[in-house]
Every structure is written in C-alpha cells, then in structure tokens.
C-alpha cells in the first residue's frame, strides 16, 4: 500500500535552515508528482510547493518562494524541502503528499518549530 | 492568487441532518478544478471530492459536490456521528493553489 513517511523536523531558530526528506512506498514514485502542504498548530491547510515526476517542473507559494526548495530522488524514492531563512510563521507540521492537485495520500506529517 | 471563502465557518447540527457548505473563489476556478477534504481532529486530511463534484473512491455517497466558476457546495444529505469534523475546499486550477479557511461541522 501507499506509503509517505516524513522526517527531518525539528525546532531551529529564525533565519535558520533545515531539510525534510519523504520516504515513498508502495507506488512508481517517479511516475507522480509529489508536493508538500503545511498546517500550522490549530489552523487550516496551506498548499507549499509541487515537484513534477521528472523534476522538471517545480511551483511554490507566494509565502516559501525564494527560501524553499522542492527536489527529488527517483532512485531513492524520496521528496526533500529544503528549507532556508526561516521564520516563526513557518511553524507548521509539513506533509508529503502524492500527486499535484487533489490528493488522496498523505503522510503522516512532520513538525516544524521556528522558535528563538 | 485565488482566495477561497467558506461559510459559515461553524455549522451545528444534529446527527440525521442535512449539511450545506458553502466555498466561493475570488477568481472563476479553472475547469471545476476543485476539492474538497474532511479532517478529524490529529488524523491527516482525507479526500471527500475532486473536480467539484466526482466522489473520491470510497466514500459514501451521502456525501456530494456542485458548482462551478466561482460558487461550490459540498453536501452531506444525512449527517452520520463520523461526519462531524472540520471541512476544507481548495482549488489546484490555477497556481498558487489554495485552501479555504476551513467549515467546522459540530454536534448541536
């Protein structure tokens, strides 16, 4: 069955960085684009970033474009955000998730905290 | 950016009762390209309708979707317990894709 598992969260401190990876199973990873949704303690969702199957198309939010990164690794059927500059707003639990639009599959989601 | 609205922001009802959600984008919404997701408290979201009104596989067809350009509905013909959770629509037509802020379906 599909499998998303997120990892790489953590607290770190304004202006700092920090990558989160997606291990994927269970599909043809490189036939799907993937992409990343946040939500922050107690609010609603918020779309991040997609990645096209072959990397060759990527597309940000207006709030991440510029300090975020969307990549992948076909061969090792994994999704990374790296993300740079960041700021207390960005605290959120991060999800992977497959395909572009609407998505039925999720990971459970991994917890980002941009405290000082 | 295509901001999306959705009302009310709480509906209370009662287990057997009829849901009307309302989700409205500031912008028409490209081809119907429209979801709309159910989220239980500490579970990951789960997709209800993709497409403004084709149901997700599995899900229970008490549950349905309309609308097009800039008005959607979702609708839950007879409330069940599992039902009441918080409601979110978004739109993958135009980027950046968004989400509404979300309706909360309570137990009046």
Not at chain 1, 27 to 40: E, G, H, L, P, V
Not at chain 2, 27 to 38: G, K, N
Not at chain 2, 74 to 91: G, K, M, N, W
Request: net charge positive; aromatic share 12%; proline share 4%.
């Amino acid at each position: 069955q599909v499998q998303l598992v997120e990892s790489g969260g953590g607290l770190v401190k304004p202006g700092g960085s920090l990558r989160l990876s997606c291990a994927a199973s269970g599909f043809t990873f490189s036939d799907y684009y993937m992409s990343w949704i946040r939500q922050a303690p107690g609010k609603g969702l918020e779309w991040v970033s997609y990645i096209s199957s072959g990397s060759s198309f990527t597309n940000y939010a207006d709030s991440v474009k510029g300090r975020f990164t969307i990549s992948r690794d076909n061969a090792k059927n994994s999704l990374y955000l790296h993300m740079n500059t960041l700021r207390a707003e960005d605290t959120a639990v991060y999800y992977c998730t497959r395909g572009s639009g609407w998505t039925v599959y999720w990971g459970q989601g991994t917890l980002v905290t941009v405290s000082s | 950016e295509i901001v999306l609205t959705q009302s009310p922001g709480t509906l209370s009802l009662s287990p057997g009762e009829r849901a009307t959600l309302s989700c409205r984008a500031s912008q028409s919404v490209t081809s119907s390209y429209l979801a709309w997701y159910q989220q239980k408290p500490g579970q990951t979201p789960r997709l209800l309708i993709y497409g403004a009104s084709s149901r997700a596989t599995g899900i229970p067809d008490r549950f349905s979707g309309s609308g097009s350009g800039t008005v959607f509905t979702l609708t839950i013909s007879r409330l069940e317990p599992e039902d009441f959770a918080v409601y979110y629509c978004q739109q993958y037509g135009s980027s950046p894709f968004t989400f509404g802020p979300g309706t909360k379906v309570d137990i009046k």
